[in-house]
């Protein structure tokens, strides 16, 4: 990336005042964006090249607008304008969006290698963050196809002085509702409906200071709605930072959760990408990790889950009723968010299918139907709580 192209963008997405974009507008620039990749990608897939691309675009031009106020911070000092210290993100020379764009050959191989540059500039935050998409298969996206999205993109700034930080985070769930709304079948592996995860948040009341934890945490809307729910209440979102805490199986989904909590101006927080049941990523010497508050919209009756090894289970999960039928996890999701909560004070709400609280008869029952779960005052009181709960499911959560 030469001097004179950054100061080229930096003079025409860092310095000049515009009016800002509005949240209706940039829907309508994402839904466009979407609409271009149609007959060429699979829709359940958009999810997989258009986050990457958007949370580029924002990144870039966030630097630009960055590096045009460290020049005029220091009389016009590109060496000073260039110090890790003056951006949020580094990008190596050549991986700016403008260095991808002037590209029009093998388009799709300069943007995985512009992503892999970012990813290994920012270990501590963007390693892996844009996913696995196939950029280089000229049959889905030839480079016609993908020059007119970039050219798309380029139609607005996306810095922080165009865009604020609330803007974009609301404009980007509105694209994630978008994709799962289009892709059906798939919508529930990572995205839980607003007013579901409203009324979570809102029965775990989570406070300020208080550490949050989602073991299923598909996009991260949930520890999204964690930050406004503190927000609203008069706190102040900032003491949360480094006690949100996810971990999600799937490469694309966990990214998008990432990119999520980023695009919301949140710094600090740990997401992980590796199978829960199988091989929890947060814990402390033999023990599970415990959250103040923890919460999940898990894969429901989830098949292949690591049942066989469950009798054995390392962290002790199974102390909680013992081992839940092989062909149906979703009392063994309960067991690991009650094993993940604080003893006394912690809190656990969930999502759970019909069917893992009232079986079929003749059905495998849960142990946890007829054993210690059962009989534990503080479950039984939650459970309770819980089942009472789809009566009040109308009353809306914070809003954005």
């Not at 579901?196 to 999204?224: F, H, K, R, W």
């Not at 999502?351 to 210690?372: H, I, K, N, S």
Request: with cysteine; glycine share 8%; hydrophobic share 40%.
């Amino acid at each position: 990336m030469s001097v004179a192209a950054l100061m080229m963008i930096a003079n025409t997405g860092g310095t000049l005042t515009t009016d800002r974009t509005t949240l209706a507008e940039l829907e309508q620039y994402l839904a466009k964006a979407a609409d271009l990749l149609r007959g060429s990608i699979d829709q359940a897939d958009f999810k997989a090249y258009i986050f990457p691309l958007m949370f580029f675009k924002r990144i870039s031009d966030v630097y630009a607008e960055e590096f045009a106020a460290a020049l005029a911070e220091s009389d016009g000092d590109h060496e000073f304008a260039s110090f890790a210290e003056n951006h949020r993100f580094a990008i190596p020379e050549g991986a700016l969006w403008a260095d991808v764009r002037a590209r029009t050959e093998n388009v799709g191989s300069a943007l995985q290698t512009a992503f892999r540059e970012i990813e290994k500039a920012n270990p501590e935050t963007l390693y892996g963050i844009f996913g696995n998409a196939s950029w280089t298969n000229k049959d889905k996206l030839p480079d016609r196809k993908l020059g007119d999205l970039i050219e798309h993109f380029s139609t607005k700034r996306l810095s922080n002085d165009a865009v604020a930080p609330d803007v974009f985070g609301n404009a980007y769930e509105y694209l994630i509702k978008r994709f799962a709304d289009q892709s059906n079948k798939k919508a529930g592996e990572y995205y839980t409906p607003r007013s579901v995860v409203g009324l979570l948040i809102n029965i775990l009341d989570p406070q300020e200071g208080e550490s949050v934890y989602d073991p299923a945490c598909g996009t991260g809307g949930m520890l999204i709605e964690v930050i406004e729910h503190v927000r609203v209440a008069g706190g102040s979102p900032k003491t949360l930072w480094g006690k949100l805490y996810g971990q999600e199986k799937v490469l694309t989904t966990s990214a998008i959760a990432r990119m999520n909590l980023l695009l919301h101006g949140i710094e600090d927080f740990k997401i992980v990408r590796e199978d829960t049941l199988r091989n929890p990523a947060f814990y402390t010497g033999n023990d599970l990790a415990q959250f103040d508050c923890v919460v999940a919209n898990p894969p429901f009756s989830l098949k292949n889950w690591g049942g066989p090894e469950w009798a054995s289970d390392k962290w002790g999960r199974n102390k909680l009723g013992g081992v839940p039928p092989t062909g149906y996890a979703d009392w063994a999701w309960v067991q690991h968010m009650l094993t993940s909560a604080m003893p006394k004070t912690g809190r656990v709400a969930v999502v759970l299918p019909q069917g893992a609280l009232f079986p079929r008869r003749g059905a495998d029952a849960c142990t946890w139907c007829r054993g210690e779960l059962r009989d534990d005052p503080a479950v039984v009181r939650q459970v309770r709580a819980g089942l009472r709960q789809p009566a009040a499911s109308a009353a809306p959560g914070p809003r954005r």
